[in-house]
């Protein structure tokens, strides 16, 4: 049986760039307490991470975009439509809970077939993308088995498989790698990064940040209900002044090169950390890298290996996290 | 081949028709019901019946005839117990089932209508409901007539095709009340508790116009449409009911398919404009 | 200067010699209820029809004759009326049993805390007794309670040796009577709750066993066969049956009262030994 790898006729096509999900001055409050604050930002096609501690709102702010919450104030718009006002854009949204919430008694090829019929489906496309979805899932094996008695990767896997399976232009993903197991994380991460390559927009709610750091370099971050930072990671660390970049040389001589170091105007700081070990604080790693092999030719002093120690996820959103509250 | 036009030329999905939504929801509700404990713990409450059914036929049939035991039987087992038995069990989780599994979320992000959704899951508890009670029906009706046709008459089979269609539209009725109050309240079986025996229970039972206002009223007041029956519940509660208003049988009737499809309409509309908040 | 930093500290307190491990479980259980409005609300309804009974007897003691002399038969606020009491109370021993006992070992068993339980120094009694307290502390609050205020409020109104003398025996004969219903309806649905998983089915399943409203049914049967040792198996019947006698009101079964005590015992017995099989604080799946 072929298996449909291409969008369907009624799925819309997403150029890069094309503000896919916009969020207009989005509020909503849960009686006197404020869950999401007046936010306002675009989603793209391609993965988008969306980030956040607990009780940041980032479920609030998922479940609104999603059409899940109605906003107290403001509006959400898909592809230039408002969710609240026609239940058809649902056609083109897939949304993968959080909750290990299934139809325990069905199989999981029963499962995809009826959740695809309520999309609009013939028995027969249905049928034909529910096969497509579980081959691409890894669970053809296990389709015709009850989902009561799959493992916690596998349930992970069919709400993932009924998220994509009628091929929507936006997927939401929320915490997709609960209980997953190495192999079954490696594969579903694989799986997003390809949904983001076909131009789809998936917006992905984690907490673990190198995960979401291995599918995407593309972020939403959030906290006390707002946006504090969103687009691509390296362009949100670069505008992080107050947190200079840490850049860590190993060097066969760590005090001569830092004695050499520390003239430059890109570089606010030095620390020997050990004789072979050098911490460099800049706030212009592009053009410290740039200079750095001249600098290690000029004064002798070999350098075997550098990394940027900060310029990860985890010390982005602790950095803002921290300027934030 | 020309690129396939952009989004905002794309016009939006029609969300799927109602009678496909219903069809499907329906079906599904069926074989889901169908697979799950909550149907034996009804049939085996319908077996209660059965076993009375058997010891009345055991050598009491001298002691109360054939109408008698039957009106008896449905006013005190079915009307007073398991409708509401079943109502409760049928009918608080229609909507409730899928919000405590958690799994209405897969239904809240499709193209589709709530109220279709609503429709779907009511119509096959209720369907579900009324088939148990009626097989249960059907069933005492072949004890009481097995092996000795001579235990009824005539005026029997009317009495009991009457009691039997009473039987599963009280059925109905309550099934969907009892949805509604899976819908609105987070405790939905305490409200419908409250409600069958407080309610229900006790002010169907005060002389005077305030009985009107209870479902049970109406519910005995067109079982006692059938005049011919002597020596009977109907007999009692005849005697019971002098003081009471004076309602026509068909008003009753009427009353009640207005309710059964009230009951259906509210549910479905309440539900519709409901927010779920899944944690 | 204060400290307003001091990290953590160890516990310097004391064990206690005795501990009445089961009170936490019914602090903790009673105060997931009752702050709630809706359950004082509920309370608030129960509470007002003493008042009415109140009412009541102050009409019957006070007003007697005038009573007397409109209705055409003799009112009293003797026993059989603190009975009728207490009868008329039954609701809210459903209700409340319902809404406060259906979950409470349910959701135990449903979010795996019995593991937390028994990981504590705590044994099955103490967990039982704890639960049964949860229950217990609302029926007392709807019943009892109420009904010893009645009886105090008759007693100061007429405060006659020979009134007294007639109903001295009601506080006493409430407390076991009360005993013994918390007991029946809280051993019952503690068993229920214990063996499935959805209130739904639990409340269903022991309005079936405790058989209120089922008094039409049983009588059904007796007719049927003859046979009046039927409505033994009707546990609000044999309370009502037990009540009746102990307050010198007509019973309602011509079953002898002492055999109903003895079906209550039989219930409360065999709900307690069901629901020890069924708590285990782990499940061996094989």
Redesign the interface.
């Known amino acids: 049986m072929s298996v449909p790898t291409t969008m369907g006729p009624e799925t819309p096509v997403m150029r890069p760039g094309t503000a896919v999900l916009e969020c207009d001055a989005l509020t909503r409050w849960y009686g006197q307490v404020i869950g999401v604050n007046s936010v306002s930002c675009t989603v793209h096609p391609g993965v988008t991470g969306l980030l956040g501690l607990n009780g940041a709102g980032k479920s609030t702010l998922f479940k609104l975009m999603a059409g899940q919450l109605k906003p107290s104030k403001g509006r959400v718009l898909l592809l230039g439509h408002d969710l609240a006002h026609d239940i058809g854009l649902y056609r083109w949204i897939g949304f993968c809970p959080e909750q290990d919430a299934l139809y325990e008694s069905m199989t999981g090829r029963e499962m995809l077939v009826y959740l695809l019929r309520l999309h609009g489906l013939s028995p027969r496309e249905a049928g034909a993308r529910a096969e497509g979805a579980l081959v691409r899932t890894h669970l053809i094996d296990d389709a015709d088995r009850p989902v009561g008695g799959y493992s916690k990767g596998m349930r992970q896997k069919i709400k993932l498989a009924q998220a994509m399976a009628h091929d929507p232009a936006v997927i939401f993903l929320d915490e997709p790698f609960n209980g997953m197991d190495p192999v079954s994380r490696h594969e579903s991460m694989a799986l997003i990064r390809e949904l983001g390559a076909e131009g789809k927009c998936v917006l992905v709610s984690s907490h673990i940040l190198h995960e979401v750091e291995q599918m995407t370099s593309t972020i939403l971050l959030i906290q006390n209900g707002r946006i504090l930072a969103e687009g691509n990671v390296s362009d949100i660390r670069d505008l992080v002044e107050r947190h200079p970049h840490r850049i860590a040389i190993e060097t066969d001589d760590a005090r001569a090169l830092a004695a050499i170091l520390i003239g430059a105007e890109d570089v606010l700081g030095v620390r020997v950390e050990a004789p072979t070990r050098l911490i460099v604080e800049s706030n212009h790693p592009r053009l410290f890298f740039g200079r750095l092999p001249e600098v290690a030719l000029d004064g002798g002093v070999p350098i075997r290996g550098y990394v940027t120690e900060d310029d990860d996820l985890k010390s982005l959103f602790e950095y803002l996290v921290e300027d934030g509250s | 081949m020309s690129a396939p036009p952009l989004n905002a030329d794309r016009p939006i999905p029609a969300p799927v028709p109602f009678g496909t939504v219903f069809q499907l929801v329906f079906a599904q509700a069926v074989r889901d019901l169908v697979r799950r404990r909550r149907l034996l713990f009804i049939a085996f409450a319908g077996l209660a019946p059965l076993l009375l059914t058997l010891l009345w036929r055991n050598g009491a049939t001298e002691v109360l005839d054939a109408s008698a035991f039957f009106s008896n039987l449905v006013g005190t087992l079915y009307l007073s117990i398991l409708v509401y038995l079943v109502g409760l069990a049928f009918g608080v989780p229609t909507i409730h089932d899928e919000v405590e599994g958690r799994t209405i979320t897969y239904l809240l992000t499709r193209p589709i209508s709530r109220v279709a959704v609503y429709a779907g899951r009511l119509a096959a508890v209720q369907v579900l409901a009324a088939v148990l009670l009626a097989l249960s029906l059907v069933l005492c009706f072949a004890f009481m007539v097995v092996g000795d046709f001579g235990v009824v008459d005539v005026h029997f089979v009317k009495q009991y095709v009457n009691h039997v269609w009473i039987v599963l539209l009280a059925t109905m009725v309550f099934t969907g009340l009892f949805a509604i109050f899976g819908v609105v309240f987070k405790r939905p079986l305490v409200w419908g508790v409250a409600y069958a025996f407080a309610w229900e229970g006790v002010v169907s039972k005060i002389p005077g116009q305030m009985q009107t206002w209870t479902l049970e009223f109406h519910v005995r007041n067109v079982m006692m449409r059938d005049e011919d029956v002597q020596g009977s519940m109907i007999e009692f509660l005849r005697q019971m009911m002098v003081e009471n208003p004076d309602v026509s049988p068909w008003v009753s009737t009427g009353l009640l398919l207005v309710a059964l499809v009230a009951f259906s309409i509210i549910g479905g509309l309440v539900f519709g404009r409901r927010e779920y908040v899944v944690n | 200067m204060p400290i307003y930093e001091q990290g953590y500290q160890r516990w310097n307190g004391e064990l206690q010699e005795r501990p009445l491990r089961w009170w936490p479980i019914v602090r903790q259980g009673v105060m997931a209820y009752l702050p709630q409005r ?1 359950y004082l609300l509920l309370l608030g309804l129960a509470w007002i029809q003493k008042i009415f009974d109140g009412v009541q007897v102050y009409g019957r003691l006070k007003g007697g004759e005038v009573l007397e002399g409109l209705l055409g038969a003799r009112v009293d606020a003797g026993m059989p009326f603190f009975w009728a009491s207490m009868d008329n109370s039954m ?1 809210w021993v ?2 409340f049993t ?2 406060v006992g ?1 979950d409470l070992i349910a959701a135990d068993r449903r979010g795996k805390a019995l593991q937390l339980y028994f990981s504590k120094p705590i044994t099955r009694n103490d967990y039982i007794v704890g639960k049964i307290g949860v229950i217990a502390t609302f029926l007392l609050l709807t019943t009892w309670l109420p009904i010893l205020l009645l009886w105090l409020f008759a007693v100061m109104i007429e405060p006659t040796t020979a009134y007294f003398a007639r109903v001295w025996s009601v506080p006493l004969l409430m407390t076991v009577y009360s005993v013994l219903l918390v007991a029946t309806a809280g051993m019952i649905m503690l068993a229920v709750s214990a063996t499935a998983q ?4 639990i ?3 022991w ?2 066993l405790f058989g ?3 008094v ?2 049983i ?3 007796q ?4 046979f009046e040792a039927w409505s033994l198996i009707n546990m609000a019947g044999n309370l009502g049956q037990i009540g009746a006698w102990w307050f010198g009101a007509e019973t309602g079964f011509d079953v002898p009262p002492v055999l109903a005590l003895g079906a209550v015992l039989v219930g409360i017995v065999a709900a307690y030994w069901w629901l020890r099989r069924k708590i285990e604080p782990v499940e061996v799946v094989l």
């Open positions: 809706k609701i459903v209700i319902i809404m259906s959805r209130s739904v089915f409340s269903v399943t309005i079936v209120y409203g089922f039409p049914v009588e059904l049967v007719a049927i066969t003859g």
